[in-house]
């Protein structure tokens, strides 16, 4: 779903519906627990967008070899996961203010799962903060 003033996150589209299957919002996994995200499948080294202006709340260690930058964008918080961890392909820092459009990471590659696993995790969280 297209949401007005929210930019794509990915500078291509990625290569498999969100909407549906293990790419979907709160499907299962193997562990028993729901997937709190959407996976956009995408090349390692996709570039990665701020969907809107914010700043960055926190930039760290996520899943699988792979880091997570957290944006503040006023109306909500997200969680853009699975980036590349080589801070080479990190643009942001903590405390960093960023307008929509500006890129964050890259896409990364987790290690050690035997799925597919070049893509963008994105989370959304409801946020009472404003920038």
């Not at 500078?11 to 996976?39: F, L, M, P, W």
Request: hydrophobic share 40%; proline share 2%; net charge neutral.
């Amino acid at each position: 779903k297209v949401i007005d003033g929210w930019l794509y996150p990915l500078e291509i589209k990625g290569a498999a519906d969100c909407q549906t299957g293990a790419r979907r919002c709160g499907s299962n996994r193997a562990s028993g627990r729901k997937d709190a995200g959407v996976e956009l499948y995408a090349p390692t080294g996709t570039v990665v967008r701020a969907m809107a202006a914010g700043r960055v709340l926190n930039v760290y260690a996520f899943y699988c070899n792979t880091y997570a930058i957290e944006i503040d964008h006023g109306s909500f918080i997200a969680r853009y996961g699975e980036v590349d961890k080589d801070e080479d392909n990190i643009f942001v820092e903590v405390g960093d203010v960023v307008a929509r459009g500006d890129k964050l990471g890259k896409v990364g590659k987790l290690v050690g799962i035997k799925v597919p696993s070049n893509m963008l995790h994105l989370e959304m969280y409801a946020s009472s903060r404003f920038i």
